[in-house]
């Protein structure tokens, strides 16, 4: 049986506390992460009770001390756990913005200093020549998934979005070939089937390019591996590197398709024009 979570402690906990020690146990519930970022003495100052209720609240849902639960805490935001993130006191709108517009330059400058312009083009090059195109992702990495798939397709009829609604990965893994090119998108947080996946992908021959955040561990036995700046002041994680990535990538396999290229979009032109769908 798995070891109970921070959270799992707190809420088994709420019956027949004392007032103050129910106080403590809702501001917890609504912000755990603050544990890990505060001393016991700033946690009560901050929930409005006294420090030996945080000392007594602690014990009684099975740590031995502060430090202990600290610790469980931040292990638990490692998962990147949107909960875990919110913080208990609030900029103004205008901090706010300023704030998050500071860390998206931070992080694009982190991503495209340590991304080689060299690893975008192979594998942008890889693309055109593939067989088929696969796009793999899930949670909010399928919506990265999408976006590319988008922006490449009228220039890469071969590509697909997998898994297609209705279906599991297996069908669309036993249909990849050595000739193919797979991207998948692995942003936390990431389902615990995705090592799973990544290796029946390369048991499959194809060429593999995983883009991923900066927390996930370097895979140097992939063709690619790039990894994209996610850090955020808020709960949630950015994704304005990881954007700007797929869009660098995209034009670069517009670019790449050349005259053949060209021609397949002007007779997409054309049938928008003739569809009236533009």
Not at 123 to 137: K, Y
Not at 147 to 156: E, N, R, S, T
Not at 220 to 238: I, K, N, R, V
Request: one cysteine or more; a negative charge.
């Amino acid at each position: 049986m798995s070891e109970p979570t921070f959270l799992d402690r707190v809420r088994n906990s709420l019956d027949g506390l004392h007032p103050a020690e129910r106080r403590l146990a809702v501001f917890l519930l609504n912000f755990p992460g603050e544990l890990a970022a505060y001393t016991g003495q700033e946690l009560a100052a901050l929930a409005n009770v006294s420090a030996p209720t945080v000392s007594r609240f602690i014990k009684r849902i099975g740590y031995a001390n502060y430090e202990e639960a600290r610790r469980h805490v931040r292990t638990a935001k490692r998962t990147g756990a949107a909960l875990y993130m919110v913080a208990a006191g609030e900029d103004s709108p205008e901090e706010m913005l300023r704030t998050h517009l500071r860390q998206a330059e931070t992080n694009l400058g982190q991503t495209f200093l340590t991304l080689p312009a060299a690893e975008i083009e192979t594998l942008a090059a890889a693309v055109l020549a593939a067989r088929r195109v696969w796009i793999a992702g899930f949670r909010s990495s399928q919506a990265m998934a999408s976006y590319l798939h988008w922006q490449i397709y009228q220039v890469c009829p071969q590509a697909a979005v997998i898994p297609a609604g209705g279906q599991t990965m297996a069908e669309h893994v036993a249909a990849i070939e050595p000739e193919d090119c797979v991207i998948v998108f692995g942003m936390a947080r990431r389902p615990q089937g995705l090592p799973a996946l990544i290796e029946a992908l390369k048991g499959r021959g194809a060429k593999v390019a995983y883009v991923s955040d900066e927390g996930a561990e370097r895979r140097d036995d992939l063709d690619w591996h790039m990894q994209c700046a996610t850090l955020a002041p808020g709960p949630l994680y950015s994704h304005v590197s990881a954007m700007l990535l797929m869009q660098v990538l995209a034009t670069r396999i517009l670019q790449l398709s050349g005259l053949e290229g060209r021609r397949h979009q002007s007779v997409i032109e054309e049938l928008h024009r003739d569809l009236g769908e533009l």
